[in-house]
């Protein structure tokens, strides 16, 4: 999974690119603990526009990091899903617990007006 970090105001964006799943675990793991241990007291976005599949495991790493943002009342938002991205977290029922939206231009404009 490669990974591009740039900040926008007081806002950080990781632009994902990869598949997260089980043989990149490691390399997952790493990226989601350190940014639920430095940032999760912050708003970061999370662009998902280049993850094209994520399995369980993945799918358990975003949770546990989700959990820790809450815990320290932080922020994590996601958008640019791609279709197959979408469609498994519609059907997980992830999308009724996570702040989604479909861009990230968007995804600022709605985290600076609030």
């Known amino acids: 999974m490669e990974v591009a970090e740039k ?7 990781y632009s994902l ?10 390399e997952c793991i790493e990226f989601f603990d350190k940014i639920a241990e430095e940032k999760s007291n912050l708003t970061v976005i999370l662009n998902m526009s280049g993850v094209g599949y994520i399995n369980s495991t993945g799918i358990s790493m975003i949770m ?16 640019s899903l791609v279709p ?3 469609k498994l977290f519609d059907i997980i029922r992830l ?18 007006s609030s």
């Open 7 to 13: 900040t926008v105001g007081n806002i950080t964006i």
């Open 84 to 86: 197959e991205v979408l």
């Open 95 to 112: 999308t009724e617990i996570i702040e989604l939206y479909p861009d990230e231009e968007t995804a600022i404009k709605s985290i600076v």
């Open 17 to 26: 690119k990869g598949q997260i799943l089980l043989c990149t675990e490691t």
């Open 64 to 79: 546990k990091c989700l959990r820790k943002f809450r815990e320290n009342r932080g922020r994590l938002v996601f958008c």
